[in-house]
């Protein structure tokens, strides 16, 4: 119970994942301004920004219905960190696994886009309705290559439990080789989902001021950004979890130090991208998406059923 | 969706100056646009009537934050037209070396701005460290980055030394490379084109009916450049192309603009090299003997109009300035049509606005809304009483201590 309650709330739950929410957004930001010939933040300001938003005045609009308009950040937050747990990091196996979590993390980790299109549309705010329209309506675009390209590794695995399918790429070990066109369109949905350039548009600051988070201030805007943080980080680990399964299984200070790596490499890969886009419109977005990213995911789900005919039995 | 009114402005991210649009919006689409400007009404030129010939130099300076050297250089003109003023050579060749200084950084701004609008900070970054180039030069040339002070009735105010000009010859060097890798982006960039190219279209005939002016009509492939047609300052001896596009789109504003760059540097090298010997200024008398004058200049954003009316003494009775932006807003409603929320942004900021150099307001006619009628101070007064009174504020008590006090 004891052990449980510490895993959920310190490590590697709440505290843990804040706090590497926090360095992650400081590396994000710090290497997006150096990229961009900026000097960027100190590497205190995340948490800066965290303490002055929770020690502002919360403004609910009149319009607002109060409860849902509360509720949505915490929810956002609860279900990017159940998420992590079903997540293996550096052992073959999670915290927490049974067969067809791999469905459940991509479940959880849809939570956070709905709650910004309910905490938008019930902020009645114009500019937060049409963002989160804008919000809902990419997660359209995104969420089917992201699906199908996670798809894939599971199949050559077959199983639908991350944890086994850790183990599997454990013992067969360049196998996940054959997955690099699948992590490359992840990469892509996955800049989808944690709305950055070129796929900010539900919060295009230019055309509708914040987007859905125009009427959140004080500590319910500190809880979604701690959310879009940690979404970040669970987002990256999946990732490295499907992808990059190499290095499972070592001593825990070495495998510690490896986990953290492969989603720092994720992270700035994500930064990287987003300085050298520019923002594209909905409507492309989701020709792009539909076009050119589906068709590539269902490329790769056809070569790894080829694979498992020709290779695997 | 159903049918929604949301306003951009007159504060909005997208805006750097307050003006407001009313966009009718069916799901993403823009059905109606409408403009409305006057916020930002000075009365600068009943200032300028107040004020002496000189001192209005100064002030129609500050029309304009970025093209400050266009509004002065164009008041001067038209000045040195009325009181028939022989501008020695040397004055014109550096007023028009700082108004091409003034264009690249004007140009080099508007790079950046698109990017903005567009979600593409690291160009805005970008050209906004290489526009610290020319702002350096011309903080040298004439002791200030944006407000020169380089003009005066009659001439320059400061002349430019050997040593200056081979710093601005460097810059030039450095700027015209920077440029080079800007127009390859604008050109290859897959994403920037994708926003840019297609977007708010104004065709030909359209540029000309609403009478486009700027780079906005020479991507139309509207000919149309003052420098050329009706040369002033040093233009009559310089050699340039005007850049025309047949792109119609904002794509094609961003070649036009980027041409116009690379001509302005060729222009530069040119005023170096040709700098003639001889005095900066002639002696202007102060008072301005009556007649009137017109005068164009080819500003960054287009074609700057001043009038300027005298009646023989130290201030002038009437002064009035047409900036490029008013000729140019009307064609924004044309090129929104069918368009997404999406372009709003940067289909504005194509025609590279300046709101504030526009406003010339003092009455805003909202048909059916309210009556015009003339208030006297006293009803004024009155008026504004009974507004807060209205609100549940009242100022009687303090009113009486006031005139107590008074007493």
Not at chain 2, 183 to 193: F, S
Not at chain 2, 204 to 214: C, K, P, Q, S, T
Request: charged share 20%; net charge positive; hydrophobic share 45%.
């Amino acid at each position: 119970m004891l052990i449980a309650l510490f895993n959920i709330l310190i490590f590697p739950g709440f505290i843990f994942l804040t706090l590497f929410g926090w360095i992650a957004e400081y590396i994000d930001r710090k290497l997006c301004a150096r990229l961009q010939n900026r000097m960027g933040p100190p590497w205190f300001q995340p948490f800066a920004d965290f303490v002055k938003l929770v020690s502002k005045e919360e403004i609910i609009p009149e319009e607002a219905n109060p409860t849902m308009f509360k509720l949505m950040p915490v929810l956002a937050l609860t279900a990017t960190v159940t998420a992590f747990f079903y997540i293996p990091l550096w052992g073959k196996s999670a915290l927490f696994a049974f067969n067809g979590d791999l469905i459940v993390v991509l479940y959880l980790l849809t939570i956070p886009t709905l709650t910004y299109f309910l905490g938008g549309w019930y902020s009645t705010s114009l500019y937060s309705k049409i963002g989160a329209v804008r919000s809902l309506t990419q997660l359209f675009a995104y969420e089917v290559p992201l699906l199908l390209s996670i798809l894939a590794p599971a199949l050559l695995a077959n199983t639908w439990s991350l944890s086994e399918m850790a183990a599997f790429y454990g013992t067969h070990h360049w196998y996940w080789l054959f997955n690099l066109l699948g992590f490359a369109i992840s990469i892509i949905a996955l800049l989808g989902k944690l709305e950055k350039v070129p796929f900010d548009i539900p919060e295009a600051e230019t055309e509708i001021v914040a987007g859905t988070f125009t009427e959140y201030s004080g500590r319910l805007l500190g809880l979604f950004r701690l959310s879009i943080d940690i979404e970040a980080i669970v987002g990256s680990a999946l990732l490295a979890a499907v992808f990059m399964p190499f290095g499972l299984g070592l001593p825990p200070v070495v495998g510690f130090a490896l986990f953290i790596l492969k989603v720092l490499f994720i992270i700035c890969l994500l930064s990287i991208l987003r300085t050298v886009f520019a923002r594209l419109r909905i409507d492309q977005m989701m020709t792009f998406c539909w076009k050119y990213v589906s068709p590539f995911a269902f490329l790769q789900l056809l070569i790894n059923l080829v694979l498992k005919g020709i290779i695997v039995k | 969706m159903h049918k929604v009114i949301i306003p951009v402005g007159p504060q909005h991210p997208a805006l750097k100056e307050p003006e407001n649009f009313m966009i009718t919006l069916s799901g993403e689409k823009i059905l109606k646009f409408s403009a409305r400007l006057g916020y930002n009404h000075r009365g600068i030129e009943k200032a300028c009537e107040e004020r002496t010939y000189i001192q209005d130099v100064y002030l129609t300076e500050r029309i304009c934050g970025i093209c400050s050297h266009s509004h002065s250089t164009c008041f001067v003109q038209a000045v040195e037209e009325i009181a028939a003023l022989e501008v020695p050579k040397r004055a014109l060749y550096i007023r028009t070396l700082v108004a091409e200084l003034e264009r690249v950084h004007s140009h080099l701004l508007w790079l950046g701005v698109a990017g903005h609008e567009v979600g593409f900070d690291t160009l805005l970054m970008y050209t906004w460290r290489d526009r610290e180039v020319v702002m350096d030069i011309l903080a040298m040339l004439t002791g200030n980055r944006v407000n020169y002070g380089i003009n005066t009735i009659g001439g320059v105010r400061r002349d430019i030394t050997p040593e200056q000009s081979k710093e601005v010859a460097k810059a030039t060097n450095t700027l015209e490379e920077r440029t080079k890798y800007y127009i390859q982006i604008a050109t290859k960039e897959t994403t920037l084109i994708k926003r840019l190219s297609g977007v708010g279209v104004l065709s030909h005939d359209d540029a000309i009916r609403l009478g486009a002016v700027g780079p906005t009509a020479r991507a139309s492939s509207v000919d149309r450049d003052v420098r050329r047609d009706d040369p002033y300052a040093a233009y009559g001896e310089l050699k340039f192309k005007v850049i025309t596009d047949n792109h119609n789109d904002v794509y094609g504003r961003t070649l036009v603009r980027m041409g116009e760059l690379m001509e302005s540097y060729s222009m530069i090298r040119q005023l170096l090299k040709n700098m003639p010997e001889g005095p900066i200024a002639v002696k202007a008398p102060r008072k301005i003997p009556a007649g009137e004058a017109v005068s164009r200049y080819e500003a960054p954003r287009g074609e700057d109009v001043h009038y300027v009316k005298s009646n023989g003494s130290e201030k002038p009775e009437r002064v009035k300035v047409r900036a490029p932006t008013l000729a140019n807003i009307q064609t924004v409603a044309k090129m929104l049509e069918d368009r997404q929320l999406a372009d709003l942004p940067i289909v504005i900021a194509a025609i590279d606005p300046c709101f504030s150099c526009t406003d010339r307001l003092t009455v805003i006619k909202e048909a059916g809304v309210r009556k015009n009628k003339v208030m006297s101070w006293e009803d004024l007064h009155d008026y504004s009483i009974g507004w807060y009174r209205e609100r549940g504020i009242d100022f009687a008590g303090l009113n009486k201590k006031l005139t107590r006090m008074l007493k």
